[in-house]
């Protein structure tokens, strides 16, 4: 399995923007569909977007707002969060699995990163 590492957030103003990247490490990273989930206080971790090859996938929520890309070169995935709002205060997650099919459920995830806290302010 591949270790994952998420480095970019930070404390940012509604209608700010930033650039979240997932970092993999151990593991053939161009085999994996790799997503990024958010949890917010006291709530459940819940899917923001995911990346096959090319093709991604969005929440409702953040479509038009974030993208997903990822480099295999590299072995990394980013998350552009653009025109962040408050309710997208909460600690993002990489999570990667083996199949190519895309799912938005956290169970379906083989690993996980250990999160980048992205605080959203009024």
């Known amino acids: ?7 970019g957030g930070g404390l940012v103003q509604a209608g700010g923007s930033l650039r979240l990247t997932c970092a993999a490490s151990g593991g053939t990273f161009s ?3 790799l997503g990024w ?7 459940e971790r819940e899917f923001v977007a995911s990346i ?13 707002r974030f993208t997903i890309s990822r480099d295999n070169a590299k072995n990394t995935v980013d998350l552009q969060v653009n025109s962040l709002k408050p ?4 600690v993002y997650y990489c999570a990667g ?6 799912t938005t459920e956290v169970k ?6 250990r999160g ?3 605080t959203v302010s009024s």
């Open 37 to 43: 989930f958010r949890q917010a206080p006291g709530k």
């Open 52 to 64: 096959a090859w090319t093709s991604t996938y969005f929440a409702d929520s953040v479509k038009g």
């Open 87 to 90: 309710e997208g205060t909460g």
């Open 108 to 113: 379906d995830y083989d690993c996980w990163g």
């Open 97 to 102: 699995k083996l199949e190519l099919e895309p």
């Open 1 to 7: 399995q591949v270790q994952l590492v998420e480095s």
């Open 116 to 118: 980048t806290q992205v």
């Open 31 to 33: 085999r994996y569909f």
